[in-house]
């Protein structure tokens, strides 16, 4: 890729701008938390106008690679955390797996009627049938980074206690422990949702700030549903990897 902005590409300047300064932050020559240079510096390096300069930054800024700061100026932010679409991970696991330390703040444990859509995923055909609820804030070195909704379907007459959460974190370990319920299969969606108020306090960022939803039906070890969960990652922190392959025919 070139460090020259073109003015002849019919690509916008502040388009080709954003493109150079975001590998500057892929490749590491800025590092994460500190500041990039002024507009009055960047100017002269790449013959381009402030306005241009503006208008990258807040594209890279909209994107979340950079954050700014009132008084203080921009500065690059943390890496996105990488997750496999065809990886069946906890978050524990995730986070462990970047060094970062897992956490969770538990916003409620409760017995909870199941919807339709549950029934469904879980393929629940009792009428008395009552799903265990785990709502939570997940963070990662103490930094919010989703929310996570849980609706276990647990073995005839058990239960989960909000102490057991606290304790385990990692609801995948707690149920392979104390139940014997392997994560082994799961079918998950993913859309963009744009954060609403609660969900923008929850995770200390701005209202309408885009969210990554997937909603996960978890199968273990005999191939039966025992688990539906939304999960809403911060969009500045999140990006899903998938490699694709091309049948070819004979």
Request: glycine share 6%; aromatic share 8%; no cysteine.
């Amino acid at each position: 890729m070139s460090s020259i902005i073109n003015p002849f590409n019919v690509v916008p300047k502040y388009h080709q701008l954003a493109a150079i300064l975001k590998r500057k932050i892929d490749e590491g020559d800025w590092k994460t938390h500190t500041p990039i240079p002024s507009e009055r510096q960047l100017e002269p390096l790449y013959n381009v106008s402030r306005a241009t300069i503006r208008q990258a930054i807040d594209l890279l800024v909209r994107q979340g690679y950079l954050y700014r700061e009132h008084g203080r100026g921009t500065f690059v932010s943390p890496q996105k955390l990488q997750k496999g679409i065809q990886e069946l991970t906890s978050f524990s696991e995730d986070m462990l797996s970047r060094g970062m330390k897992p956490g969770q703040i538990i916003l409620e444990v409760a017995e909870v009627e199941p919807t339709d859509q549950m029934r469904q995923r879980l393929e629940i055909t009792s009428n008395t049938q009552k799903l265990t609820k785990i709502d939570r804030v997940r963070t990662g070195d103490g930094t919010p980074m989703g929310i996570q909704t849980s609706y276990l379907l647990l073995p005839q007459g058990q239960s989960l206690t909000r102490e057991e959460v606290e304790v385990n974190g990692s609801i995948y370990s707690l149920m392979s422990e104390k139940f014997h319920l392997i994560p082994t299969e799961a079918d998950e969606t993913l859309e963009v949702v744009l954060a609403t108020p609660r969900e923008a306090e929850l995770l200390d960022i701005a209202e309408s700030s885009p969210l990554l939803l997937t909603e996960r039906t978890t199968y273990s070890q005999n191939r039966r549903p025992f688990e539906f969960v939304k999960i809403l990652y911060r969009g500045d922190r999140y990006k899903y990897f998938a490699r694709l392959t091309r049948l070819i025919s004979q």
